[in-house]
């Protein structure tokens, strides 16, 4: 499996949504944004999902285009898309981005560097550093 980082410019579609599931720490976080996944066109008809868990990624490939995907997102209530734009680098040093949740796994993947704790946190930071809720 190849470096994510050597893909180059990237275009992600970072999706917040109520959690699934129950979590020990979802008292601390919004009701609306519990969870993070991320999605990217790989080509027309097909989409990459990047599922950032508390220890590991889980990576898909969905035999769909990104769109259709992000309606299926949509659906759920509460949900919200962020469209993110981000050159990916290999030259920014390692920096401490927090315990491992799906906030700090989706900072290492898109290579950004912020304060944000939670959900929340880091789709107002998104939303400042040029991404685009669609």
Known sequence: MGNIRKLGQREFYVCFIPSVQGHPYDFF????FKHILLLSKIDEQTTLVIDPLINSLEILIKNKPVEKV????????GSKVIKYNKKLNEKKPWRFRGYYNCVTQTKLVLNIWSWSL???QLYNYLLKDGGVEI
Not at 29 to 32: A, S
Not at 70 to 77: H, M, S
Request: overall charge positive; cysteine-free.
């Open 118 to 120: 939670t959900p929340k």
């Open 29 to 32: 976080v919004d009701k609306n």
């Open 70 to 77: 992000i309606r299926q997102i949509k659906l759920i209530e």
